[in-house]
């Protein structure tokens, strides 16, 4: 179609491809684009229908429709001798023009009339009429065509031709398609672009107009279409014309044409109802399961009695799109069962869940690899006993034989993700062609929603695979303290976000805490929320001071790029010295809660700015604690919600950490409760709860050791003396040695402060040598002469872990023993 003259073209081949020579509309059909309100009065009236009817668009606006295009009558039947030769006759496709004009008809119609002009003429009119449902004032639109226009201009007497009838394509997916919905609102030039899609859409779902020519060609009134032959309406009218040429009876069904059309049109109108309301059932949500049941239930018991639906193994585990064609080891899984036969009689033979394949032979195989409809109108013995064989000693042949089965493909991008296998009871009508058309739509529909909840599903499991994998697993017990967490996704801006929580074992039995929260949501987020969090844990591993470490991840951040930008929170806990030492970048203040009289608060923390804004001091400070308090720091979206001051969220968070728990996991659980149900939450959250529980002075052992080479006997005396009076003599060979091997590089390399050895007794026994010298030393092969490069050796076959950090004034390294069993 063309605005200026409301042309549309044929196809390139139009209808020379198959049809008779001579018998195509030559060059592009003049259409007449008229739409009719709700009071029957002419809105809107094209540049073609002017042309077309001869009356002028100010003169046709806002008269009624049926004064101004009074239907004269149908066109004659086909003659040689009539205006038109054998183009002249049409068979009818439902009601006449006048009723669709006139409000008469609920449901789109096409023919040929002849229609009184202004000048006292008439015309001969190929026509399309489309009622129009919603919300706008338009009731009608009515296309139209001169039927002049496609007589032919040198007849073949030779040739064999039929008549040409206007028609409709419907439930179909040809490109002529996207033409109609680019062009129609084009020339309808007074409607509104919202008016113009509307009524766009509901060609589109009513049916195209096409022209059929012969037997064999259909053209499409725009390029690229088609449509499918009424065989039924042609057959039926072919037995009447024998009927009355050999004298015979006419049989009652086809006595009145007309009824037949009309029980035809409201069949096909019942479809497009039933496939509206389907398509409103299915795809109210995106979860996969529950997606399968509404498509399943969607069809029964309105269309079929029985609905199985099969989905390949990938859909069903929520992996990517499969690829390739199905064969006979691609495995079916059985998601959904749909009947309405006495409850439990599938249960048993056909379960749920079950996975199989299907063999070449079978129709469900047929389906999958052609992706094609396969329609078996009665189930006989034999196909019944070739299915049976697929259930093993199960007998399922008194459930499906004498059924009519209809098998259906659910495609998504030309590939088939799974089919549907619908069986009528033997006392129901069987499914014919029309069926099959309907239930081809029907799986088209229901393949594309059960893709977009396949792709949310894969998606989304993409989205916790990385976000778990970003997350570290943080074990429930370090040294002096019991640990705590949870991560919950964002609910409204995606699961992946740029919450992290973290704890680092550091020198001395001491433990990092780590909450950061960087600005964002999604992929690039979480990204960055990676690369932040593995920094944080390398500079941790330094034993860099609290503040120092903010001060290098900030700079980090400007580093990595002007949008990185996060708050994040540090503390220390020392149990030993039973003190926090924390600092604090931009992030929302953690909740300390004393285990003595279980009163909870807010630390007074220096808040500064968040990592990557720059140029910010950040100060550190001390918190004295004691056994037993517990700590808890979060990310904001646990407090903070749309709309409420985030004092209230802050309050709420110190009132429910307060409230005592049998457990840290139900500590943690009571404060989401508490935070999470008060709505308008949209961000992930992060919770870290740790409770400090401190090293009693009697499980601590220093010694200051001189740097004479002697010292080191006296080590391991040391270590033997305390390993007894622990009860931990089982241990001393081992690690007496291990301080030995320590205490002597130690003394070797000290250059001026003593060397100082610590036993700790915890859920480990843990040993530190530190002294002075800021050379870490390195795991390295010794060969048979070498005098150096065994100690290190010996020391990480024994423990069960052992390291080497810097620290302030030298370094430390230790290793772990892990204690005998009582």
């Known amino acids: 179609m063309d605005r200026g003259t409301d042309r549309a073209a044929p196809p390139d081949h139009q209808a020379g491809s198959g049809a008779p020579t001579g018998h195509a509309p030559a060059g592009r059909i003049p259409l007449a684009v008229v739409v009719v309100d709700r009071d029957g009065l002419v809105s809107h009236w094209s540049t073609g229908a002017r042309r077309l009817f001869g009356a002028a668009k100010e003169s046709a606006i806002g008269r009624p429709a049926a004064d101004l295009l009074p239907v004269s009558g149908a066109l004659p039947e086909d003659r040689e001798d009539t205006p038109y030769g054998p183009y002249g006759g049409y068979d009818g496709l439902g009601p006449g023009l006048q009723a669709s004009l006139d409000g008469g008809l609920s449901y789109p119609a096409a023919g040929r009339a002849r229609v009184g002009v202004p000048d006292g003429g008439r015309v001969d009119v190929l026509w399309w009429a489309y009622p129009l449902i919603g919300p706008g004032l338009e009731r ?45 609102p084009e020339i309808l030039p007074s409607m509104s672009v919202d008016e113009s899609a509307r009524i766009v859409a509901q060609v589109l779902e009513l049916g195209y107009p096409i022209l059929e020519f012969s037997q064999n060609d259909r053209v499409p009134v725009t390029p690229d279409w088609g449509v ?63 997606t399968i049941v509404e498509v399943s239930k969607a069809v029964v018991p309105r269309f079929t009695d029985v609905a199985g639906t099969y989905l390949r193994e990938q859909v069903v585990a929520g992996e990517g799109f499969p690829e390739g064609v199905p064969d006979t080891t691609t495995m079916w899984h059985r998601v959904a069962l749909e009947h309405t036969d006495e409850p439990g009689r599938w249960d048993d033979v056909v379960p749920v869940g079950e996975a199989m394949p299907f063999p070449a032979h079978t129709p469900f195989f047929q389906c999958m690899t052609t992706g094609e409809p396969v329609l078996v109108p009665r189930i006989s013995e034999q196909m019944g006993h070739a299915i049976a064989s697929q259930f093993e000693k199960r007998d399922i042949r008194p459930l499906i034989t004498g059924r009519s089965m209809l098998v259906v493909p659910l495609k998504a991008r030309n590939v088939v993700l799974g089919f549907m296998v619908l069986l009528r009871h033997p006392e129901r009508a069987e499914f014919n062609d029309m069926d099959r058309v309907t239930g081809a739509e029907l799986a088209a529909r229901a393949g594309l929603v059960l893709d977009n909840a396949r792709m949310y599903t894969y998606q989304e499991s993409v989205a916790e695979t990385l976000q778990d994998s970003m997350l570290p697993h943080i074990p429930p017990r370090m040294a002096g303290c019991d640990i705590a967490t949870r991560y919950l996704p964002g609910t409204m801006l995606g699961r992946v976000g740029g919450d992290w929580f973290d704890s680092v074992k550091l020198p001395g039995a001491r433990t990092a805490f780590v909450v950061g929260d960087v600005m964002g949501h999604g992929l690039n ?51 030993i010295a039973s003190e926090l030492h924390l600092a604090n970048a931009g992030h929302i203040p953690p909740v300390l809660v004393r285990a003595e009289d ?46 409420e001051d985030i004092g209230v969220g802050l309050a709420t968070l110190c009132e429910s950490a307060a409230h005592p728990a049998a457990s840290m996991d139900d500590a943690c659980d009571t404060i989401i409760r508490a935070l999470n149900t008060r709505g308008g939450r949209k961000d992930d959250v992060a919770l870290l709860m740790a409770r400090l529980n401190g090293i009693e002075p009697g499980d601590v052992a220093e010694w200051r050791l001189a740097l004479d080479p002697a010292e080191v006997g006296r080590a391991r005396a040391a270590v033997r003396e305390q390993l007894h009076d622990w009860g931990l003599a089982r241990l001393a060979d081992s690690a ?32 530190e040598v530190d002294d002075d010298d800021h050379d870490l030393p390195t795991l390295r092969g010794a060969g048979p002469r070498d005098e150096a490069g065994r100690g290190l050796r010996v020391v990480s076959t024994l423990a069960r872990e052992w390291g080497a950090s810097r620290r302030g004034a030298g370094k430390t390294v230790w290793f772990e023993l892990t204690l005998p069993r009582r």
Do not use: W
Request: charged letters at 30%; proline letters at 6%.
């Open 140 to 184: 009608l639109l009515v296309l139209a065509a001169d039927a002049a226009a496609l007589r032919p201009h040198e007849p073949d007497e030779d040739a064999v031709v039929e008549r040409i009838a206007p028609a409709f394509a419907l439930h179909t997916d040809f490109p002529g398609a996207e033409e109609l919905a680019r062009r129609l």
């Open 228 to 290: 499918p032959r009424r065989a039924e309406r042609r057959a039926r009218r072919e037995r009447l014309a024998r009927a009355v040429a050999a004298g015979e009876t006419v049989p009652e069904e086809l006595r009145d044409d007309k009824d037949g059309e009309d029980l035809e049109y409201a069949a096909v109108r019942e479809r497009l109802e039933f496939l509206n309301e389907v398509s409103g059932r299915i795809g109210t949500s995106l979860d996969l399961a529950r």
């Open 525 to 575: 987020s979480a990204a960055m929320m990676g690369q932040l969090r593995t920094a944080v844990q390398t500079m941790a591993a330094l034993d860099l001071p609290p503040a120092q470490l903010l001060r290098n991840l900030d700079d980090l951040a400007q580093r990595l790029g002007d949008t990185y930008l996060a708050t994040c929170l540090y503390a220390v806990y020392d149990p």
């Open 598 to 643: 279980g009163r909870s608060e807010l630390l007074d923390l220096p808040t500064g700015a968040p990592v990557g804004v720059g140029g910010v001091p950040f100060e550190a400070v001390r918190v004295r604690v004691e056994p037993g308090d517990r700590l808890v720091m979060c990310t904001d979206g646990l407090v903070e919600v749309r709309g």
């Open 736 to 767: 007496e040695l291990m301080v030995s091997e320590l205490v002597t590089n130690a003394v070797r390399h000290s250059h001026r402060r003593p060397v100082e050895l610590r036993l700790v007794r915890g859920d480990t026994l843990l040993c």
